[in-house]
């Protein structure tokens, strides 16, 4: 079919991200402003996040509800072993790489649970994960003073900005690659993919894996972002809703969706925050995340698609692979 | 000899769904399988694509013994099936579908945008050139059948086992997937075809096996079998 034009709008799609991508990096130098760079800080850090949910729960479907505990484990790590004093990439990889250890030695149990009980299975998880930490290490983590006495907000942006722009990058080659393929057909039927060649517990486990060192990194991006972090609440499962929520109503399976969710998520929290009490953002992310789930499936990706082009079935979608 | 199933068992807590089952395949041939509901016809396509693990007897494919392994494996050796009640990747493009099995299903090194040029083809094969950009959730039954074809013959198969493929077809429907099957066995792939409809089953096999409760009660020439007394009785009663 029309490739020729389809790869011209390729062509236009990379030049405007390479656009966003100089634009975004040039923020810090055009404003001073600690809660600007903040909101973007976090949003980047949201694109990371959701995005390596979007890689489980999206385009594999298996609805992983413990993906707090691997963001807890790399920002445990990684603020750890950067406090003891090993270079940050160093710190930050290693955390990444705890998570997705920890991931090989709960994914062997928890895929064989079906369904909704891979779901209470991994949200359990999580949950012992937090309940361990906040009684075995009850003190929060303060930065020492000679780190605090040089924090700047500006490493931490850029750090987060070229984070979330691999992670987008990773699940962009996802889309179009076999090993994408090969994950999208588990979500669709697994008899099917197994009739088909596809090693589903294999696959499963690569994407878990893939998920779980990418949380792990965001984790690592929060660990060297918070001048004082409760370890507890590393493993909180805000971070899993926040993620699922922002994926839900991004457009789920999708490039685009998280980066979407998470401007949405961070605009909303901080307008909401200015005029109500704390934490209301969360109930009000609630109702959208159910309206979106009952009436839109794909969520504003899915409205954008549906609004744009009316042969919505014809490519497009949930699935932007094809191009 | 392509297929060799031998002393085949497969009980469902009491009840036995293949008992003692003995029977060979050979390269090139047309196997119709038929025998009334609950015969075990399914049961035994599940056995061979590796679905189900037989409690003993043992099944050779091209040669090894792939009896018991997983059926990601089966495929890959060559065997490739169709599911009765269709099972399509609905959120994915028909072409997204086939792709799965070609690259998955059979040797793959290539790049991706070869095995969409390679998928279009067998798209066009199964009669739906120029919908592969479509969901197949959007298909209709029919289509949803091609498309199944088209992904089990994706794999490169050398056995392709069918699972009532004309159930829901109109007769046009029917004749048109009838000469899909013949085209796809004259191709030279060897075939198993599970069908209820007698007309499409006598015009297509080669050879036919009979299953009742289970056990093979005939085989041999389409033609004889069907006057065998005990395939009459097994399908009408006494």
Not at chain 1, 124 to 143: G, K, Y
Request: with cysteine; aromatic share 10%; charged share 15%.
């Amino acid at each position: 079919m029309n490739r020729k034009t389809s790869s011209l709008s390729m062509g236009k799609l990379f030049s405007i991200s390479g656009i966003i991508v100089v634009l975004l990096a040039l923020i810090p130098l055009l404003t001073g402003r600690t809660d600007v760079i903040t909101w973007f800080t976090f949003t980047l850090m949201y694109v990371t996040l959701s995005q390596s949910w979007n890689i489980i729960g999206g385009y594999t479907g298996q609805q992983n509800l413990g993906h707090a505990a691997f963001f807890g484990i790399g920002a445990l790590t990684a603020r750890y072993l950067w406090l003891f004093g090993m270079p940050l990439p160093l710190a930050l990889l290693a955390g990444s790489l705890a998570a997705a250890a920890f991931a090989i030695i709960i994914g062997f149990p928890a895929f064989r649970l079906k369904g909704v009980y891979f779901v209470i299975g991994t949200l359990v998880l999580a949950e012992i994960l937090r309940i361990v930490f906040d009684t075995l290490l009850p003190r929060a983590s303060v930065l020492p003073s000679r780190l605090l006495n040089v924090y700047s907000l500006t490493p931490r942006y850029y750090l987060n900005l070229i984070i979330a722009v691999l992670a987008i990058g990773c699940v962009y080659w996802i889309s179009r690659s076999k090993f994408g393929l090969g994950l999208m057909s588990i979500r669709e039927n697994v008899d099917a993919a197994e009739a088909s060649g596809v090693n589903t517990q294999k696959y499963k486990l690569l994407a878990f894996l893939l998920s779980t060192f990418m949380s792990g990194l965001a984790g690592g991006t929060y660990a060297y972002y918070a001048s004082a972090a409760q370890p507890g609440y590393l493993f909180s499962a805000v971070w899993t809703f926040d993620a699922v929520i922002i994926a839900f109503v991004g457009g789920v399976g999708t490039i685009l969706g998280p980066v979407i969710g998470s401007v949405f998520f961070v605009l909303i929290q901080q307008l909401l925050s200015l005029y109500l009490p704390g934490g209301i953002h969360v109930l009000v992310f609630g109702i959208l995340f159910i309206l979106v789930v009952l009436f839109l499936p794909g969520g504003l990706i899915g409205l954008w698609k549906k609004i744009t082009g009316p042969d919505s079935k014809n490519g497009g979608g949930r699935i932007d692979s094809r191009d | 000899m392509i297929l060799e199933i031998k002393n085949l068992l497969k009980s469902f807590g009491g009840l036995v769904a293949i008992k003692d089952l003995h029977f060979t395949v050979s390269d090139g041939e047309i196997i119709g399988l038929i025998g009334p509901n609950g015969s075990g016809k399914t049961t035994l396509f599940n056995l061979i694509s590796g679905f189900l693990k037989p409690d003993s007897g043992g099944i050779r494919f091209n040669g090894g013994d792939i009896t018991g392994l997983k059926p990601h494996r089966i495929c890959r050796t060559g065997i490739a099936r169709t599911f009765q009640l269709t099972k399509p990747f609905g959120g994915m493009t028909a072409l997204q579908n086939i792709m799965v099995g070609r690259m998955y299903g059979a040797e793959w090194g290539g790049r991706v945008r070869q095995a969409e040029e390679e998928c279009e083809k067998i798209l066009e094969f199964v009669g739906l050139g120029g919908r592969g950009l479509f969901f197949a959730s959007s298909f209709n039954i029919v289509d949803r059948k091609r498309l199944e074809i088209a992904r089990a013959l994706a794999t490169k198969p050398k056995l392709l086992l069918l699972d009532e493929m004309m159930s829901g077809l109109t007769h046009t429907e029917m004749e048109e997937a009838l000469q899909l099957v013949k085209t796809i066995g004259h191709s030279g792939i060897t075939l198993i075809v599970v069908e209820h409809v007698m007309k499409v089953i006598l015009d297509v096999s080669s050879r036919l096996i009979v299953l009742n409760h289970g056990e093979k009660i005939a085989e041999g020439n389409p033609q004889e079998v069907v006057r065998n007394e005990k395939v009459i009785e097994a399908y009408l009663g006494e």
